[in-house]
């Protein structure tokens, strides 16, 4: 079964991934992460839009430009702002290290398969802004995760170049 058709027949559940989900390491949540369904609710139109994981970063330690999510407990959302743009930041491992993942990009299923690629793409569709920083994403009733990831022979690997490995 490929990610396109998986997408197409998934119907949200409400069970979002929790914390513990959360705490471990960016490598491993990132990887983990792929597959899933990011959900995000609209209250005032009464309606979910579903977008599948398609690409993940992981960041591990500070550095300059790091994202202010770094620091945060395992789970929570942190909007952070590059080049003019929201990003959606979830803070992994333990308390006292200091990493995240940030979402890069999602397919979302209407008549056809769209795909969104830029993580400030992707919060510009689901309407995501610096409201939703401090919110644990387990818990919080208008963005959540779901679902379950897709085995490693359906995903593509990149190298840093962009590539297929």
């Not at 992981?58 to 909007?79: H, P, R």
């Not at 803070?91 to 979302?108: E, M, P, V, Y």
Request: glycine share 10%; hydrophobic share 35%.
């Amino acid at each position: 079964m490929t990610m396109d058709t998986l997408l197409q027949t998934y119907e949200p559940t409400g069970e979002a991934l929790g914390s513990d989900f959360f705490r471990r390491g960016s490598d491993i949540v990132a990887k983990d992460l792929l597959g899933r369904y990011l959900v995000r609710f609209f209250p005032g139109i009464n309606t979910h839009v579903v977008g599948q994981i398609r690409e993940v970063a992981a960041y591990q330690g500070e550095t300059d430009s790091s994202s202010e999510g770094l620091n945060e407990s395992a789970g929570m959302i942190t909007v952070s702002r590059k080049m003019g743009r929201n990003l959606l930041d979830i803070a992994t491992g333990n308390d006292d290290s200091a990493s995240c993942i940030t979402l890069r990009a999602a397919a979302f299923y209407f008549d056809d398969i769209e795909n969104v690629q830029g993580p400030g793409l992707l919060t510009e569709a689901l309407q995501i802004d610096k409201d939703f920083s401090g919110y644990d994403i387990g818990s919080c009733d208008d963005l959540w995760i779901e679902g379950d990831g897709v085995s490693p022979d359906v995903i593509r690997r990149r190298n840093k170049s962009g590539l297929p490995n």
